[in-house]
């Protein structure tokens, strides 16, 4: 019951092909989110996490476009995190399982660039020395973001209370 509390709080904003928006209006924060393209059954049981990309809005933090992936293998230690969306390449930082960018302007250009893409794949070597990529479909990307980001207006937080 304890789980099931946190997941009541969220509101579906909507789905959007490969992607969906929700709010949850306690925190309050909205967020839009994917999981990658399926992979092959070795590839599956190779995972240490449920990989997804979040892009998410936290308004009383002023904090608009946040992106976090959480990767589908545990990072070896130092490894270098690398985004390719289109025809653009970005270094990012994280450890663990989860991965961001380094600052909001890195943040600003990561998003502006899913907008125009068809497709995106982070990569990086796992703790046990191989590389791996998890790759996205950015179909409904655009307009999952939006929602969430409308979702978390004063006046969509002031409706929901």
Do not use: N
Not at 17 to 42: H, M, N
Not at 133 to 153: E, N
């Amino acid at each position: 019951m304890a789980l099931a509390t946190p997941l009541a709080a969220k509101d579906s904003l909507g789905v959007f092909s490969g992607w969906a928006a929700f709010r949850d209006a306690q925190v309050p924060r909205c967020y839009a989110i994917a999981k990658p393209e399926p992979t092959g059954l070795e590839t599956l049981r190779a995972r240490d996490y449920e990989p997804y990309a979040s892009v998410a809005t936290w308004p009383t933090r002023q904090i608009r476009g946040q992106l976090h992936f959480r990767l589908s293998r545990e990072l070896a230690q130092g490894a270098l995190i690398s985004l390719r969306v289109g025809g653009r390449s970005f270094a990012l930082t994280g450890g663990g399982g989860d991965v961001w960018a380094f600052d909001p302007a890195m943040d600003a250009a990561i998003v502006a660039a899913i907008r125009s893409a068809e497709s995106m794949t982070v990569s990086s070597t796992a703790k046990t020395g191989r590389h791996f990529s998890d790759r996205y479909l950015l179909a409904g990307a655009a307009t999952a973001m939006d929602a969430a980001t409308v979702g978390c207006s004063p006046a969509a937080l002031r409706a929901k209370r």
